[in-house]
């Protein structure tokens, strides 16, 4: 890797063994850098505050190598990288203001596809997962994981089963707790749907009645202008000698008909008053119809008006016009088919949530059988690493539990909660040494032997979940004496199947690396490119010695580190 504006680190380049990688140097001198760089180039959250002072960004730039047809070469190919003789060139670039960019095998891609590679790539382990581990849920976890298919296959219909139970039991209690208010809903709409029956309306009768009342108000008039109209056309019968439309125009065409043969314009002139005498003859009928049918009869008005009124008093509840009110009377028929159904929802409700309840039941019985064995393949395997890590007597096990609730899941014979992971409650127990009663690793253990069981536990998950390579930032703190010589050779044995690099300040971890790399910071409080060293020979044997003795020259340190990677070099 190569890091450069990030932390107290200026411009250094970092080089793994493909073995083991031992990353040393004083408090502060910038080794977790290496982590959070790495962190980084997996997918990791990038913070603005990690910019060095007074640069624009901050750069981490590393290259991977792949074996043919790995995982992570056909996702990064699948987005378009290329690979560099069978490595893939990753990027990443933090700036000052917060933005983030990612390029793998020279193509820019999302920062999400370097989390999707990093899961097939590296494995990191720190002090945070430490206490991570610490609480119940995680332990569930990360028995899940050790299970594998086991309990990721009932857990996942589990899930589904457990997700439908709970839309239902919100439907079922809103339906129940809403049964006065539905209630009073429906009778409002039956009041209503019985009102509008009781006047039976029709789809636009109120316009028809207005125009019929307007008409019926106005008859005496209606029926003067009518035949006035009527006799100016066709005449009065009361004047024989007077003068209406269709005498004159009869005239006109009279007039032009006797001399048409001369002249073809006058002709269709005469065809044209021969049909305008036409349509005064229809138009004058059908005025004398009008007259004789127009209704001048009050009773007929007074009729009119009431039904106007009745239709105004469901205009007033339920919709502008007639129309508005069926629509009204249509869309409340619906819903108080809808509240009438409650019953018949809240028996099918009943029952799809009884089949649940059973489907679950056997779900999270599967689930606890699926825990139960792994968890006791899980604790041997753990309790063997620990025997390889200086706690030969220390056992540990799985407090594998449930709370007993009537209103809860069958498990076993017995009515107990559950939640959206099963009925079960993990925690992982300790016994350091024979006849201590097991406790929670969070009470039971001290910190030393609280760091090797945590790491018993990632190697347990090492040679079930393998990955490449191995990160491991300080997680043998609170380790000493012969313990940490313990974890050095677990971690060396691991380092023949991995890569694994650790983050350290124990001397007993260091020795038994293939590679150890110095962190020192220059005058400045930086650290630049020759800041980040390979130890060989002499220099290493002087930082093993100040890691021992805080003392690079101090013989009896030198010693101790001498015999230190003597009996490391043994080992392997």
């Not at 203001?97 to 596809?113: D, F, I, Q």
């Not at 086991?150 to 079922?172: D, F, I, Q, W």
């Not at 065809?271 to 001048?296: K, P, S």
């Not at 347990?460 to 050779?489: M, N, Q």
């Amino acid at each position: 890797m190569r890091i450069r504006s990030l932390g107290v680190i200026d411009d250094a380049v970092v080089e793994l063994s493909p073995g083991f990688t031992a990353v040393t140097g004083e408090t502060g001198a910038g080794k977790t850098m290496v982590v959070t760089s790495l962190g980084l180039l997996l997918g990791g959250r990038a913070d603005p505050a990690l910019v060095r002072i007074g640069s624009k960004a901050a750069v981490v730039e590393g290259r991977v190598v792949l074996p043919p047809g790995a995982p992570a070469a056909l996702r990064a190919e699948e987005a378009g990288a290329e690979l560099d003789d069978g490595a893939l060139l990753i990027s990443r670039t933090v700036s000052a203001e917060g933005r983030s960019r990612a390029h793998v095998g020279g193509r820019s891609v999302p920062v999400g596809l370097l989390a999707e590679l990093a899961d097939d790539l590296v494995a990191v382990h720190g002090q945070t997962d430490q206490q991570g581990l610490l609480r119940p849920a995680r332990q569930r976890q990360a028995l899940d994981r050790y299970a594998g298919d086991a309990v990721a296959v009932p857990l996942e219909k589990y899930t589904g089963a457990y997700r439908r139970l709970r839309a239902v039991a919100v439907e079922l209690e809103e339906i129940t707790t809403r049964a006065r208010e539905r209630a009073q809903e429906a009778d409002l709409l039956r009041f209503g749907l019985d009102e509008i029956a009781a006047v039976e309306p029709l789809p636009g009768e109120d316009a028809e009645l207005a125009a019929e009342a307007e008409r019926l108000g106005h008859a005496e008039s209606l029926a003067s202008a009518a035949q006035a109209a009527h006799a100016a056309l066709a005449g009065n019968p009361e004047d024989p000698e007077g003068i209406d439309a269709n005498t004159l125009v009869a005239g006109a065409h009279r007039a032009l008909e006797s001399v048409r043969a001369h002249d073809p314009a006058l002709g269709a002139l005469a065809e044209r008053i021969g049909e305008l005498g036409i349509l005064l003859a229809d138009v004058a009928g059908e005025l004398a119809g009008y007259a004789d049918d127009l209704d001048a009869d009050p009773l007929r008005l007074a009729a009119v008006e009431e039904r106007r009124a009745a239709l105004t008093q469901l205009t007033r509840k339920y919709g502008d016009s007639v129309d508005s009110v069926l629509q009204w009377a249509q869309q409340g028929s619906a819903r108080l088919l809808e509240l009438d159904g409650d019953d018949e929802r809240i028996a099918e409700l009943t029952a799809e949530r009884d089949g649940l309840r059973t489907e679950l039941s056997q779900l999270a019985q599967a689930l606890t059988d699926a825990r139960v064995e792994a968890a006791s393949r899980f604790a041997s395997d753990v309790t063997a690493e620990l025997a390889s890590l200086a706690m030969p007597h220390a056992r540990v096990t799985f407090d594998i539990r449930q709370t007993e609730d009537p209103e809860g899941v069958e498990v076993d014979g017995r009515s107990v909660a559950y939640g959206p992971s099963g009925a079960d409650e993990v925690e992982l127990l300790l016994a350091p040494h024979p006849g201590a009663q097991p406790r929670p690793i969070a009470k039971g253990a001290s910190g030393g032997e609280l760091s090797r069981v945590m790491l018993a536990v990632e190697v347990v998950f090492a040679g079930s979940d393998p990955v490449p390579t191995y990160l491991f930032d300080e997680v043998d703190a609170g380790v000493g004496g012969k313990a940490a010589v313990e974890v050095g050779r677990r971690l060396a044995k691991l380092a023949r199947s991995a890569q694994v690099v650790v983050v350290t300040h124990l001397p007993q971890v260091a020795a038994f690396a293939d590679r150890q790399l110095l962190v020192e910071k220059t005058v400045d409080g930086s650290v630049t490119r020759s800041g980040v060293t390979v130890l060989e020979g002499e220099d290493r044997i002087r930082e093993l010695s100040r890691m021992l003795a805080g003392q690079e020259d101090s013989v009896t340190a030198r010693a101790h580190a001498e015999e230190l990677l003597a009996a490391a070099r043994a080992d392997a």
